[in-house]
């Protein structure tokens, strides 16, 4: 009852408290909150979107995905899409087709380019594709069990092999510029600080749901059976169940809120462009996980949260170290907090307990 | 044309007929054809120096004279000057000295005694020349190239000869082919005459070329033959000879079959090149996952560091051995394996150490490592490339076939990569800590009721891991650029290779490494590098569906968990 208390509070602190800070406490009062916040903290609900992802599959489920950047990026390239096309002629060659398309010398859209004028349209491939991508790769590589370290290494080509793909020009998504000066979305000015709030407040309500959703999965009783499976798998399967379809589930599950976490952090960031496949974004998303804590819901949404914070921080303040500080990250909480930030708080508030009743 | 072939052999014949509209000067010829009878070494030298001077003369036509001269004496001391003239580097001072200017126009040497020349001394002036002395000039200098007593002289003269036209020096290049020993100038030179004898209005003699077209199956050839083959508008074969057409078909497909297979040649060689990389990368990689079941992500680093291991070994060699520098390679060997072993040991025993039995916290830990080595090196060395040179024996390469050079370099880290393979093979299969290691691979816990310790072993093995990573950056040092991100690179692809490999049997990873690096090559040309990329990585999804434990999985039945 706590958990759901404290998740309500959060959820009405960013809904509501912090845009009536902006909009109603004046600009020199310390409370205010600027616009140019909301993009950001938006940016970092959908990272953390990406962690309660990332914690359903591995943290829950015990697979190590390195490849959940791959379905980021895919709602991200197909919102960034929508992007580009409701540019219109406003581009700076003034033409029909995205600046890149005009750079490139192409005279006409490409056939998968059709459609994503289509704001619907548009909202259904970033539903079905990541999902779907998963679905097929998970199929084939569940069947053939393969499991642990070497669906490790396999999410990891299949990622680097699609970075390398988006990189090419001819590809046709922008090259390594990626998709980038959006104008409107829904018509809506990106620049207008109202549709950044309402973005804003979208994610957040995306990412609520997406808690309430996980909550009730781990709970139910496929939550039970995903945990055995995590803990033994081989058990699991002597007991009757088909491990296969609990993890195929589980895995376009994860898929399928990673894309919409992508399509919501494109229109806030502005830009989005291959480097977001790179193998090293992938693997950062574990550590969010690793850190906040694996197997609690709150923990993940805590260690995107405070992984990324440190990330803004260091880049700005030390940039030499940034590297330093996550790959000690990586190693620590590996080494000393296997549990993360949500094993520490449990530990203390145990503690505490233990010395009440004493 | 005739003028050019009489300026061959001036002496024989048609001296003057190109020189029929200058004032012939039949006294000198005769002195000279007098004196040479008498005392051709020093004749030679006497005018040899009196035609260098000639071609600072004012008139010229007598510097035309002196060229062909030079020509006919054969003597190829003089082509310094020649091509001087040619480049306008050529100077004459008030005394009439000949001084050759360097590239940079600010040192000069006298033609004659090689003596350094002050130049500000001096007011020089430029000797005139015009297009009909250039090309006497051109051909007089492709003479005594032809004549020159060093090969790689010779060579380029031939290849010169076969890009540009050389009609008019049938002759002097049938001469040079019968001296000629050197097979790969011999072709050379066989190709030239028969690009000429194609012209010629002969039909046996441009069969014949056509024959010789066809042996040599020389690439420069086929726009060419593609040529002949043409058709005008009325659909009609431009050449009308059919036996020609034949020929020059048969020739055209001689080529184009030489072609495909020096390319497939080709391929292959640069696909063994690249296999034996992987291989280096992936070879410490199998052995540990297989002995530990951890994947190392920080296995990429220990390839950097052994890069820049070489690197500054190689600093170390040019500030204090500048004279031993050559061989500063040899030493990093033992260096660049140690240096990554001692790291990959540290590692091992500070965090790996603490998460067996945890292989997915592993390839996370490691992953941080990773982060770390990489952002010390580029504090320590900078975020750009470094630069390690190529010891002199290793640089340029050998020609096989007209066009393809196998570079020494890479040849060299295939002969590298399989004194590695052997090593690492006698190690495990001969020796007892080979035995040790085996025995763990195969059951931990039994081998450890047996006496043999662990975590020792481990500690080995992962020491020797890093280490052969290690002498797979030395080889990458040699082949491509040094930085911080040269691990990241090849990580991927070595994983690849432990997958198609399976562990556990160097044969597998021997196998998984050349079959991709192979794969590879072959597939760049058709499908581009990416594409080739991708579908390689299918291909290795597929894979694994049939065979989930790689190619050469150990048989038998393991208990999972």
């Not at chain 1, 390594?176 to 979305?185: A, E």
């Not at chain 1, 923990?299 to 405070?306: K, T």
């Amino acid at each position: 009852m706590k958990g759901w208390l404290f998740i309500f509070g959060l959820l009405a602190i960013s809904t509501v408290l912090l845009p009536l800070l902006n909009l109603w406490v004046p600009e020199e009062s310390n409370f205010h909150i600027p616009d140019y916040m909301f993009p950001l903290i938006g940016k970092y609900l959908c990272y953390a979107l990406v962690a309660l992802a990332m914690d359903l599959i591995w943290g829950y489920t015990g697979i190590l995905s390195l490849g959940h950047g791959v379905f980021f990026s895919m709602g991200g390239y197909a919102m960034g899409m929508y992007l580009m096309r409701s540019i219109g002629k406003e581009g700076v060659y003034k033409s029909d087709l995205p600046d890149f398309m005009v750079f490139l010398d192409w005279k006409e859209l490409p056939w998968y380019w059709y459609g994503f004028d289509n704001f619907i349209f548009t909202l259904l491939v970033i539903l079905i594709l990541p999902g779907l991508l998963a679905f097929t790769f998970g199929y084939f590589a569940f069947k053939s069990r393969i499991k642990g370290v070497y669906f490790a290494i396999i999410t990891q080509a299949m990622t680097f092999a699609l970075m390398l793909l988006f990189f090419r020009n001819n590809t046709g998504f922008g090259g390594n510029n990626g998709l980038t000066d959006f104008k409107r979305i829904l018509g809506y000015s990106l620049q207008d600080p109202s549709t950044k709030m309402s973005l804003y407040i979208i994610t957040a309500f995306v990412l609520f749901s997406s808690y309430v959703l996980g909550r009730y999965i781990v709970l139910s009783k496929l939550g039970r059976v995903l945990t055995a499976i995590r803990d033994a798998e081989s058990r699991v399967m002597f007991s009757g169940y088909n491990t296969i379809h609990y993890k195929l589930f589980i895995w376009t599950l994860s898929a399928f809120l990673c894309g919409i976490a992508g399509a919501l952090y494109v229109p806030q960031v502005g830009i989005i462009n291959p480097s977001e496949m790179q193998p090293a974004n992938s693997i950062e998303m574990a550590i969010w996980v690793a850190v906040g804590g694996r197997g609690t819901l709150s923990g993940a949404l805590v260690g995107a949260g405070l992984v990324n914070g440190a990330k803004s921080w260091f880049t700005v303040a030390a940039p030499d170290y940034w590297l330093y500080f996550l790959g000690a990250l990586f190693i620590v909480v590996t080494l000393f907090f296997p549990k993360g930030f949500a094993g520490i708080f449990t530990k203390l508030l145990s503690k505490d307990k233990w010395r009440e009743s004493a | 044309m005739k003028k050019i072939i009489c300026l061959i052999e001036p002496r024989k014949r048609g001296f003057y007929e190109t020189e029929h509209k200058i004032f012939a000067p039949f006294f000198g010829v005769f002195v000279f054809l007098i004196i040479s009878l008498f005392s051709f070494s020093f004749v030679a030298a006497n005018d040899l120096e009196q035609s260098l001077k000639d071609l600072g003369n004012k008139s010229r036509s007598k510097i035309k004279k002196a060229i062909k001269n030079l020509g006919s004496q054969g003597n190829t001391a003089a082509l310094p000057a020649l091509e001087a003239l040619k480049d306008n580097r050529l100077r004459v001072s008030e005394d009439g000295a000949i001084i050759i200017l360097d590239e940079s126009g600010e040192k000069g040497q006298d033609a004659l005694t090689k003596e350094q020349v002050d130049l500000k001394s001096l007011s020089l002036r430029k000797p005139r020349i015009n297009n009909s002395v250039r090309r006497i000039l051109s051909t007089t200098i492709g003479t005594l190239q032809l004549k020159s007593s060093n090969p790689v002289i010779r060579l380029t003269a031939a290849k010169q000869l076969l890009k540009k036209s050389s009609s008019g020096l049938v002759e002097l290049i049938e001469m040079a082919l019968a001296e000629e020993t050197n097979d790969e100038i011999r072709e050379i030179f066989s190709l030239v005459l028969a690009k000429e004898g194609l012209n010629s209005d002969d039909k046996q003699k441009r069969l014949e070329s056509l024959k010789t077209i066809r042996e040599f199956g020389n690439i420069n050839f086929k726009s060419l033959l593609e040529n002949l083959l043409r058709k005008n508008e009325k659909n009609e074969f431009l050449e009308s000879d059919p036996k020609i057409r034949e020929g020059a078909e048969k020739a055209l497909s001689s080529i184009e079959k030489r072609q495909f297979f020096i390319n497939q040649f080709a391929n292959l060689f640069y696909g063994l090149s690249l296999g034996s990389i992987l291989l280096l990368a992936a070879l410490g990689l199998a052995i540990t996952f297989g002995l530990m079941g951890v994947i190392n992500m920080a296995h990429g680093e220990m390839l950097m560091i052994g890069a820049y291991s070489t690197y500054v070994v190689q600093n170390i060699f040019k500030e204090f051995f500048p004279h031993l520098f050559e061989w500063y390679l040899i030493a990093s060997i033992p260096v660049a394996f140690v240096v990554s072993a001692i790291i990959g040991i540290l590692l091992e025993r500070g965090i790996l150490r603490h998460l067996y039995g945890r292989p997915l916290e592993t390839l996370l830990a490691t992953w941080g490592i990773s982060l770390i080595l990489i952002q010390s090196v580029r504090l320590i060395f900078g975020a750009q490339n470094v630069e390690v040179a190529n010891p002199s024996f290793l640089s340029g390469g050998i020609s096989i076939f007209y066009g393809v050079v196998l570079p020494y370099n890479r040849i060299s880290i295939i002969l590298f990569v399989i004194f590695v393979v052997i090593s690492v093979w006698a190690l495990l299969q001969k020796t007892s800590l080979g035995l040790q290691v085996r025995a763990v691979t195969q059951n931990r816990e039994m081998a450890s009721c047996m006496g043999i310790s662990t975590h020792k072993i481990d500690m080995y093995t992962f020491g020797l891991g890093s280490g052969i990573a290690g002498l797979g950056g030395l080889a990458l040092s040699q082949i491509g650029n040094v930085g911080p991100e040269l691990g990241q690179l090849y990580i991927v692809d070595s994983f690849m290779v432990v997958v198609t490999g399976g562990v556990g049997k160097i044969a597998g990873t021997v196998t998984g490494a050349m079959g991709l690096g192979v794969l590879n090559k072959f597939l760049e040309p058709a499908a581009g590098a990416v594409l080739g990329k991708i579908i390689i990585l299918v291909l290795i999804i597929i894979l694994i569906q049939k065979r989930p434990q790689g190619l050469f999985a150990p048989k038998g039945r393991v208990v999972e968990n």
